[in-house]
């Protein structure tokens, strides 16, 4: 009887890793350590329902590096999260800080739960008993969560308050990505969008793209996608599509934004907007654009569809959006991706600044945070482009193999304890 091997999250982040490892020619020692995660914590806790049911939740807190500094990484409310998930997206948040040159390693948590369903109350009390149950991995100097899928702002308040009760005063720096009322940072919100559009008009330059006004399509309209269009539209680019989960726009001569939004507001999605036409999301990928920006989900450009992708820059907003099997077939035909791994890392960085403003408890001013973001992502950008130039990889290979080498000299150097 045949048996179906599929290759789950982590073995492909363990891929990914080896492949680096190759390049840099990291000895078997140094590669046992690092393919593995550090700490795994599971956690089953029960939440008392509105309607006066105990429901048990299931949540995980992984940290897979913290050679460099402190774990970093994010907290997901999603039904269909596992163990195998939360230890892959550890390892790329190592790889991520370490590609940007932050001093943290990498963590993941996750509450598998569907936050939609849950009302404000239950939503907090889950999040507190959890906050609860990791509270001996989390904190300051330890690990640093942040808002991922399914969190945001509020929930991380209601951790960073939790972390507070039971240490008896106020510890703001034991998450990121907080409401400004309470020491979250100017400029955190649009942080992945603002990162995305310092990158994607620095490899315009690189490309020696001449077109006096460069079009853009963007899958997907949340957080990273919007504010990716807005700012991409600022600096002087054409947006011409942008789509939901439910489908997309287009208009050759650019959208209006603001009438877009208004649209969206009121309909609850971009589709029937008058002064486009509709499109599906696989239309929208395959537009003759300059810039691709998927900003929605995983594995949107494939094995199969790679070959009829017309953009000439992808800037992977959204994780993983360019599927393992796409990234020979798009570099062999001159599609330049700006990976995930810094096409979203604005995001971290920011949540970084916003760590050390906390810590020190004096905030900077917007400017100052956005000057420091261009200045961080766009010299990790130059790297990168210098590593994959001169070993002639792509993009993603090249970040990996830079990040992967930043934390095996940390752990050289640390040596092995006792
Ligand atoms: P979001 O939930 O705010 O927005 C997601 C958008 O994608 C929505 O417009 C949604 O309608 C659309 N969408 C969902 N499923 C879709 C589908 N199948 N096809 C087309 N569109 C679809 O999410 P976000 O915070 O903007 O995150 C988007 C991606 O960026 C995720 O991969 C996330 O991990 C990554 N990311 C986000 C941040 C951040 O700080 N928000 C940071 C780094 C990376």
């Not at 299931?58 to 940290?63: C, H, S």
């Not at 892959?88 to 963590?107: E, Q």
């Not at 008058?274 to 995983?298: G, I, R």
Request: aromatic share 6%.
């Amino acid at each position: 009887m045949a048996v179906e091997t599929r290759t789950s999250a982590f073995q492909t982040a363990q891929r990914r890793f080896d492949a680096a490892a190759d390049v840099i020619g990291l000895s078997d020692d140094a590669r046992a350590g690092l393919r593995e995660v550090k700490r795994e914590l599971t956690v089953h806790f029960p939440v008392r329902m509105d309607g006066g049911s105990v429901h048990v939740f299931t949540g995980w807190r992984v940290q897979h590096n913290i050679s460099r500094g402190p774990a970093k990484g994010g907290i997901r409310y999603h039904p269909n999260v596992d163990l195998d998930l939360v230890k892959a997206m550890a390892m790329l948040m190592t790889w991520k800080c370490a590609a940007v040159g932050l001093p943290y390693g990498g963590a993941k948590g996750a509450v598998a739960c569907d936050p939609s369903k849950l009302s404000l109350g239950e939503l907090e009390h889950l999040t507190r008993r959890y906050a609860t149950e990791i509270s001996i991995l989390i904190g300051p100097e330890k690990d640093i969560p942040a808002p991922d899928m399914g969190t945001n702002p509020q929930i991380m308040a209601w951790i960073m308050d939790t972390v507070s009760m039971h240490s008896g005063h106020s510890v703001t720096a034991s998450v990121t990505g907080k409401p400004v009322d309470v020491g979250g940072s100017e400029g955190r919100n649009e942080a992945p969008g603002r990162g995305a559009t310092y990158l994607t008009l620095e490899a315009l330059k690189y490309l020696h793209v001449e077109e006096e006004t460069p079009t853009v399509a963007i899958q997907g309209v949340g957080q990273v996608g919007r504010s990716a269009a807005r700012l991409l539209t600022e600096a002087g680019l054409r947006v011409v599509a942008v789509s939901d989960s439910r489908g997309a726009v287009y208009n050759a001569k650019g959208l209006d934004l603001a009438a877009l939004e208004e649209h969206r507001q009121v309909r609850g999605g971009v589709s029937g907007f008058k002064k486009a036409e509709n499109l599906s999301n696989e239309e929208l990928l395959e537009l003759p654009v300059t810039v691709l920006v998927p900003a929605a989900v995983q594995d949107q450009i494939t094995g199969e569809n790679a070959g009829r992708i017309r953009a000439r820059l992808i800037t992977e907003g959204a994780n993983a959006a360019v599927a393992p099997e796409a990234d020979p077939i798009l570099h062999d035909r001159g599609v330049f991706v700006i990976p995930d791994i810094i096409a979203n890392a604005g995001g971290v960085i920011v949540s970084y600044f916003e760590w050390v403003q906390d810590l020190q408890a004096f905030f900077w001013e917007e400017e100052e945070i956005n000057t420091k973001l261009h200045h961080v992502i766009t010299r990790a950008f130059y790297e990168i482009l210098h590593t994959s130039v001169n070993k002639r990889i792509d993009m993603r290979l090249a970040a990996y193999a830079l990040a992967v080498q930043r934390v095996a000299n940390a752990t050289t150097v640390r040596g092995i304890y006792p």
